[in-house]
């Protein structure tokens, strides 16, 4: 495999996996469910022990 295919596979495939991966993150932190445990976590750093 030469430098321009492994380049051109990379440019055309690595664009599809990042940016299925970008969707991934951004349904999973938009899920149903989540905003009580993003509040939860929020809300950390103001507990006092």
Known sequence: ???ETFRQLADS???VYLTTV??????WAFRPGSKKH???AAK???DED
């Open 1 to 3: 495999m030469d430098y």
């Open 13 to 15: 495939w690595g664009l």
């Open 22 to 27: 970008f969707v991934g993150v951004v349904v």
């Open 38 to 40: 993003y509040e939860a």
């Open 44 to 46: 950390i750093p103001l």
